[in-house]
């Protein structure tokens, strides 16, 4: 086994790739953390979640990619026979080069933890504050605040320094319908979202739509008149905001929440504490320190790398270099992307025809089944806290765990008797 | 003498689906090796020698038939350990260099670490493979042919399976692979040797087995399949001139000459003794 494992880490070492690969990743990673957030003490937080999701995206899919071509290049090549007529067995092989190509995927995410480190605490890319403070302001960079103006002919005197907020951490949950609480969920956990509350008219929601555009984030806009509450999704379309339908009249109330990050990253969904799909970054809590927020990034890619690998060993314990290669690619693919097709599925399945009904819960179903990879996002982690998170992480690491035993077992079960063999000796007779 | 490989009515179908195709690439091998023996396993492309090595390494499962090695199956771990193998093809890892390469296999076949380098040392030095520290992959072929064979014999095994031993090897370290070959003969090392260098065998074989279409054209020991009844050969010290007075001898004798002609050495002893190298044990 460990004689395996070395000769999958000489592979990488010497290959141009694998440096290739560790300088990509050095510099991918920090990347990732200039992405600019609307307030300092998101930045953090934003930015870390959005460099481990690079991070992890890209190191499974290269260790997907690794795997599935180490034993399928060796069968190809016939150099498997050279290990085939020792005595060393199938599985002490198969979990050898598993051993192998996961420690060049950990190696390759110490490379680029390791340059998100530096970059934080060497560059200005370092969050002015890790604990927002309770009065906090939210500033605006200079050249928003300059599109902001350039596209207002308002006078909004406050625009010129800050937008303040949040105006409550207690009301603004209320004024969205049940269904909806999710949405501003961060609320309740110190995130620094932009919340705005008037009492005006459309005038107070224009700005909001060019804010919100401005932004490059999406907002809501709740009207409560009495008992009756609207809530409708501000847009902007061609620089002028969709107007409410129902106006704000005397003894009504307007909110506009700002989905921070919805849509640079808006591909995400995730689950809450209720378990309620949230489209904006939950953030992290004021408690979790830098090197807290690394670990978690980090163990989140690592967990999440293993199934990966071994995803990559399944396809190469039966085919070919390039189609294994293809193969893992696509259960890269399915496993990253199930559960978006899930929720999606799911969406279709209540809004569609019969036809539609049939198609969306069969893609449902099949989606559920490889649900782990996918959901297990950094964010989740990072939001709940160390002290809170010890047995989700236990849970997580045994969930992959048993992905990742099924997913080899399988694969020595293939290798066993591989029906490739017959192929190859064929061609070579 | 104890069997080492016992292949009984041996049949090796390839199938596959897409295209269909259905080759039989053995048909009723049967034959034996025994412990000490050097076999020779003869026959043209696609006769089924390659199939019927690898069968008897445990790489293939057999279609019918048995084959029994050490007299327990080849997949046993016990039986691969006392197995050495060369495959034709030269497929080594191209990143790693020779030492690397030796020592790593050498510790997959169980031996230990300090005997394993004591062994790579000599083989290298022995197969003059200069700059171990260089990778295999930018050996010419001869030299990659060599890093080839000393892995087959690192774990000095008993029972040694080669194929084309000395295919794309230059004279002198084809002589030298030789000269291993014989020493781990007269060690009571049991060898089957797949070979299209028809010398080769003749030089190094007791039995031979010859396949054509995946079944059994001959079988022997070497010297009675290549024994002309009725002939016999000698080799006299004398001058080229004395031709006529030979045959006249001979003739005087009572003996039908069929011809007299001078002794000649074969190419690759000549191109050693140009080289100034002995081919020693080869027999050559």
Redesign the interface.
Known sequence: MWEVAVLELRRAFRAPLFWVCAVLVAAVAPATLAFSAPTAEAALAVRLEVASYVLAVFVAFLSALIASRTIATDRATGRLWLIRTRPINAASHIIGTWLGVFTIAVLLLVVGVASVAITLNTSRLRPLYLAPPSNWRVVLPKATLRRVASFLPLSIPHLNTALVGPTSTKEPPALLPEKEQHRILWLDQSNPSIVFQFNGDGEALRLCAVISAALKTDAVATLKTGNITKVQKVELHDEKPVMLKHPVRDGASLTITLLPWSRPVGFRLWRNERGLLVTAPLLVRRSASVTGQIFYLWLAVVIKTTIFVAAGILCAAFLSPAISSLFASFLFFLFSSAHYIHHIGTEVSASGGAFTKIISKTVTVLTSVVPAAGRFQPAALLTKGVALNASYILDMLSYFGLYTAVILALALLLFVKPPHEVILLEREE | MEEVVSVKNLRRI???LFPR?R?V?VDGVSFSVRRGEVFGLLGPN?S?K??TL?VI?????PTEGEVLVFGASPRS??V??R?G?L?E?T???S??NAW?TLT??G????VRSDVLKKRARELLARLELKAPSR?VGSYSKGMARKVAFA?AIIAEPELLILDEPTGGLDPPSAAEVKRILFELKQKGTTMLISSHILAEIQQMCDRVLILADGKVRAEGHLEKLLEREGFLRVVLKAAPQDKERVLEVLQGAGFEVEKVETDTVELDSLFLRVLGRDVGGSGS
């Open positions: 390839y199938k596959s195709v080759v690439a696609g089924g390659t199939t690898r390494l445990g790489l293939l499962e771990h016990e691969r350990r197995i193998y495959p093809k497929p080594l890892w990143y790693l690397e790593l296999l510790r997959m076949s169980g990778r892995q």
